[in-house]
């Protein structure tokens, strides 16, 4: 936990200093979905919660497949600390020249109010106790890589029906 938060402070030192250096390379989208999500299969399993992916085809782009990664293990595990034990539904596919992740879940969601500030430096939406805890930097990190990569991350959410958050990323830069 330490390490992690120790992690995310440099990579916000990084990002705030325009020091981060993408190492730009052929990168799938669905292979990066699969491993994610095979690196939480022992917490999934053990929470008994489904995932379901939908990708009929390889989505590759020329991106930093470290960095997207990141981002893809920071949206899967805010699914899973806030969507309540329910099932994850995740799309990639290609629309157009642009590659889309789509992940949602079916927990708490986030305030339409809130749904503004979430991308912003050291801010939380807020939610029960234990959801509390935290820096406020993940989904700050997550949408600056996403930027640096010249694309975009939106969130759509309901309060008590989940979030959906979906990124676009060019497939050529």
Known sequence: W???MIDDLLDVSLITTGRMDLKLENTD????????????SEMLKRKKIKVKIQAKSAVVGKW????IEQVITNLFSNAI??????????????????????IKDHGLGIPSSEQKVIFDLFKRASGPGEYKKG???GLFITSQIVKIHGGQIKVS??????????IEL???K
């Not at 959410?157 to 979906?166: I, K």
């Open 157 to 166: 959410s309901t309060p008590g029906s989940g979030a959906s958050f979906t």
């Open 81 to 102: 600390k806030y969507g309540e034990g329910k099932p994850i539904e995740i799309k990639v596919f290609k629309s157009g020249n642009q590659g889309k992740f789509i």
């Open 135 to 137: 820096l406020g930097v």
């Open 2 to 4: 330490l390490k992690s």
């Open 29 to 40: 989208l669905v292979t990066i979905t699969k491993q994610v999500n095979q690196s939480f």
């Open 170 to 172: 060019p497939l050529k």
């Open 64 to 67: 930093d497949k470290v960095r």
